[in-house]
């Protein structure tokens, strides 16, 4: 029953003298200290997310994953808060819950990532409620609330997973998108003003509209490993592993979560006109076919402005230019549905 298991060093968990888990029980059956960590199953949740329901959601599954058997601990503190022994003790879990956003989820991995050893990780099952929640749309995740709970736990126990690639932002990793240019204006708008939880997409309309009412195409230099793809130009910027953006728009048509490079789309941009143009063909899936937009795949990615302007990762705040992005050596593993296909339509319970 316990071949194969074993303890981090260092997590408080167990201690079987440096002994593999079949070793020690061998030698004092039933005398283990603790719980093989390979049957616990943290959770970390964001309370405020969907609307305040991330508790509620929190709250359910750790009853059911408890009552399917599992250990678990349930973590709600803010993630930059939690103390990195708690992350030590989430190495070598069977697997690893997150209740959130796309935030949420990115500020997990980004911690797991600078806590863990990248073997350590465990594989991730993430439960959106968020409010664009494209990763979960993106892994066919689609659950349903009234029988949340069950779909949970035998994906849990199915354990099939997927390894996406990972990039880092000044050292900020993250998942999905980043973004320099208007995108990125609205981001860091929307989170000056914002207080509380996000309530809907409609909550991006003012920090929208502030932005457009400032200059938010700032001249742009951008390097694709090394190679220059537009020098001080007005312009926005997507560098992302996913084809999805909050838009809906397929902004990153060829990207592939584990093909080991990121894409790179560079927009021209100088007027409104050719903004509202843009997005329109985009909605169309037509956006590459547009003069002067250019496509690039790569693993070292470099923008500079001539003055700092606003960058987002994942939806959130990132700092500003200049902005080094660069593909991880690292593919994360998350649990899917077995049912569903990456990239598959789904929505959140």
């Not at 926005?236 to 809906?248: D, L, P």
């Given at each position: 029953m316990l071949a194969g298991w074993r303890w981090p060093k260092g997590s408080g968990l167990c201690d079987t003298g440096g002994l593999s888990a079949d070793r020690a029980y061998a030698i004092a059956p039933g005398a283990l200290p603790?719980?093989?960590?390979?049957?616990?199953?943290?959770?970390?949740?964001?309370?405020?997310?969907?609307?305040?329901?991330g508790r509620q959601?929190?709250?359910r599954l750790l009853a059911a994953i408890k009552k399917a058997g599992w250990e678990s601990r349930l973590h709600l503190d803010p993630i930059d808060t939690i103390k990195p022994e708690s992350f030590a003790q989430v190495a070598g879990a069977a697997s690893l819950l997150i209740i959130g956003g796309d935030g949420t989820v990115r500020a997990v991995v980004a911690r797991l990532i600078r806590e863990l050893p990248l073997e350590e990780i465990p594989p991730i099952l993430i439960v959106p409620v968020g409010t664009a929640n494209l990763l979960g749309r993106h892994l066919g995740i689609n659950w349903r609330d009234a029988?949340?709970?069950?779909?949970?736990v035998q994906t849990l126990r199915r354990r099939n997973i997927l390894h996406l690639d990972a990039a880092s932002a000044n050292g900020n990793p993250f998942l999905i998108v980043g973004g320099v240019?208007?995108?990125?204006?609205?981001?860091?708008?929307l989170s000056r003003i914002r207080s509380g939880p996000l309530r809907g997409r409609w909550q991006y309309i003012i920090p929208a509209l502030k932005s457009l009412s400032r200059e938010p195409f700032k001249a742009l230099t951008v390097r694709v490993d090394g190679q220059t793809l537009i020098q001080k130009q007005r312009a926005?910027?997507?560098?992302?592993?996913?084809?999805?953006?909050?838009?809906?728009f397929s902004l990153l048509p060829h990207a592939r979560p584990d093909d080991g490079l990121l894409d790179?789309?560079?927009?021209?941009?100088?007027?409104?006109?050719?903004?509202f143009l843009t997005f329109l063909m985009a909605s169309m899936g037509e956006h590459l076919a547009m003069e002067q937009v250019l496509y690039a795949k790569g693993r070292q990615i470099m923008i500079e402005s001539t003055e700092p302007s606003p960058v987002q990762i994942d939806g959130e705040a990132a700092g500003f230019t200049p902005v080094n992005i660069h593909?991880?050596?690292?593919?994360?593993?998350?649990?899917?549905?077995?049912?569903?296909?990456?990239?598959?339509?789904?929505?959140?319970?």
């Open positions: 603790c719980q093989p960590v390979q049957s616990v199953i943290p959770i970390f949740a964001n309370p405020i997310s969907g609307a305040g329901r959601v929190a709250e029988v949340l709970e069950t779909q949970v240019g208007l995108d990125a204006e609205v981001v860091h708008e926005m910027v997507f560098v992302g592993n996913i084809r999805e953006y909050g838009t809906g790179i789309c560079v927009i021209p941009c100088q007027t409104l006109y050719r903004l593909l991880l050596p690292v593919r994360v593993p998350f649990i899917v549905p077995s049912n569903q296909q990456a990239g598959a339509t789904a929505s959140h319970p």
